[in-house]
């Protein structure tokens, strides 16, 4: 167990619907990643926060937000899904400084119908 | 750009050792790291290499070479449970993580 949760753990939903998905990170830990990866796919980096700002974006479609909270939980908000969002959604944490190791939570699986 | 590359697939007889290489391209260099991923489940983490040598946990070892650009995951006495994908992944002069496409290992009894 990371210390990194997620929910939901699954989630189905039909096309051009919106959803939310949550995580909090380690107990300590300020920075929350957010990841994407397909069926048999790589790991895509969407979006970075750090005690409540954005620190770093990656390959986050426009239709995609996210935001950190006050204590430092992070939603990620998906809107307008297609097909293709399908996928397991990952989000990660790490320390205060940003040169740690990231820790995983579990994700979660999108299935858009 | 920057890049990892990785072998897409190996496969290994249980018992035996295997090597999966990483080599990079990045904007800047401040460690390399090596995670394990069992389908369907979270990526875990393995091993953090930023000096040159080699890092010995266990049935596990990493290598790094930061001249050559390339490092290594040694999996030893393997076990069917070590069936999975390895990814490697570089933090750059952003310490932003660059992630290669990952290694997905088949173990053979």
């Known amino acids: 167990d990371s210390g990194v949760t997620q929910t939901p753990k699954h989630l189905i939903t039909a096309t051009g619907q919106r959803v939310t998905l949550r995580c909090s990170p380690r107990s300590g830990d300020l920075s929350v990643y957010w990841y994407q990866q397909s069926l048999d796919q790589g790991l895509q980096f969407l979006i970075q926060?750090?005690?409540?700002?954005?620190?770093a974006k990656g390959n986050i479609l426009e239709r995609f937000s996210a935001q950190q909270f006050p204590d430092l939980h992070s939603e990620l908000n998906l809107s307008s899904l297609e097909l293709g969002d399908s996928a397991l959604y990952f989000c990660?944490?790490?320390?205060?400084?940003?040169?740690?190791?990231?820790?995983f939570g579990p994700g979660t699986r999108l299935l858009v119908l | 750009g920057q890049n990892i590359d990785q072998p897409t697939e190996m496969t290994a007889t249980e018992g035996a050792i295997v090597q999966i290489n990483c080599t990079y391209q990045?904007?800047?260099?401040?460690?390399l790291f090596w995670y394990q991923q069992h389908a369907g489940e979270a990526p875990t983490f393995l091993s953090y290499n930023v000096l040159d040598g080699l890092e010995e946990k266990g049935r596990f070892s990493s290598f790094l070479s930061r001249s050559k650009g390339y490092g290594y995951l040694l999996l030893k006495e393997l076990q069917m449970k070590d069936s999975a994908s390895y990814l490697c992944?570089?933090?750059?002069?952003?310490?932003?993580?660059?992630w290669g496409a990952g290694t997905k290992l088949i173990i053979k009894p």
């Open positions: 992944a570089v933090r750059d002069s952003n310490y932003q993580l660059i």
């Open positions: 926060y750090y005690n409540g700002e954005e620190r």
């Open positions: 990045t904007s800047g260099f401040n460690g």
């Open positions: 990660a944490s790490s320390g205060a400084s940003g040169a740690e190791t990231q820790y």
